[in-house]
């Protein structure tokens, strides 16, 4: 469940109650900070919240008859200037969150897949090594996580309307953007091998369906915002999309294909192969 807290005189917020939890036992909130969620008619305090009572026994007795917190203060200064609840807090987006990660992650395997043509390396030989295959996508997390530390988005989650950020609205350390980029990393995507990602996906999107919110923004206290979605950024996302693989498929199916040809037990069916890719080679890059 998803609550909202008054802090410094301002409401902060959406966390979700997992996190809440976590801060009251670790001291950084009190049991007297006054907080809402879905379903209340007014602010109240932690310690009152029905999905807190079972977790106060660290709360002493006294801490509740003592002078009013600065928090209580905070409820009060709201109440008095008419501050209003939150609304209800909107879904995660997590479709926009798939596109935009995978869009994101296209963009730099086509880039990848180029600089090796331009660069004159031997595809065949950097497809098949497994050890550079495996190590494909950490360049682009290291830079996702320079990118969410200096500007809070990436280009496709631009594209997307999507912001990464802390729960208070500030920018993520580049420590703090460094654990998540890598968190995703592993847990999220697998590393991209394709059955472990697939499973990662559907791990990852359960998870976040029941905490409502992705597991690595969850354990490191992020959020993501997002905007109203334009029609001109859908466009041009599907477009980069469609670019980057078109680049992709110009670098890396003519080797895989000729390694194909070459791999077919049958010499009858390894020379239809390779007449017909003949005849119709697949669109590629010229050699240099």
Not at 49 to 77: R, S
Not at 268 to 284: G, I, Q, R, T
Request: net charge neutral.
């Amino acid at each position: 469940m998803d609550i909202w807290i008054i802090r410094n005189g301002e409401k902060i917020g959406p966390i979700h109650d997992y996190e809440a939890r976590r801060r009251l036992q670790a001291g950084e909130l009190a049991s007297g900070t006054h907080a809402w969620h879905e379903g209340l008619d007014a602010w109240r305090p932690l310690c009152e919240m029905a999905i807190f009572k079972d977790d106060m026994n660290w709360v002493q007795l006294g801490d509740l008859d003592a002078g009013p917190t600065d928090d209580e203060e905070d409820a009060a200064l709201l109440a008095a200037a008419g501050a209003s609840p939150p609304p209800p807090t909107t879904s995660p987006v997590l479709g926009r969150r798939f596109w935009a990660r995978w869009l994101d992650i296209h963009i730099y395997i086509a880039a990848w897949w180029l600089c090796m043509w331009i660069t004159e390396r031997n595809i065949d030989a950097v497809f098949s090594n497994l050890w550079i295959m495996a190590g494909q996508l950490v360049p682009w997390f290291i830079a996702e996580s320079i990118l969410i530390h200096r500007f809070a988005t990436t280009p496709g989650k631009w594209l997307f309307g999507l912001r990464v950020v802390n729960t208070n609205g500030t920018h993520l350390s580049l420590r703090s953007a460094t654990l998540r980029s890598f968190r995703i990393l592993g847990g999220g995507i697998g590393l991209g091998w394709s059955l472990l990602a697939l499973f990662c996906q559907t791990l990852s999107y359960f998870t976040a369906k029941r905490l409502g919110n992705a597991l690595w923004d969850h354990a490191g206290g992020h959020r993501v915002e997002s905007q109203p979605l334009a029609a001109w950024r859908i466009l041009a996302a599907a477009c980069i999309f469609f670019a980057a693989l078109q680049l992709q498929m110009a670098v890396v199916p003519p080797s895989v294909f000729k390694n194909a040809a070459e791999a077919l037990p049958d010499s009858y069916l390894k020379d239809f192969v390779k007449e017909n890719l003949e005849k119709n080679p697949p669109w590629h890059l010229p050699p240099r």
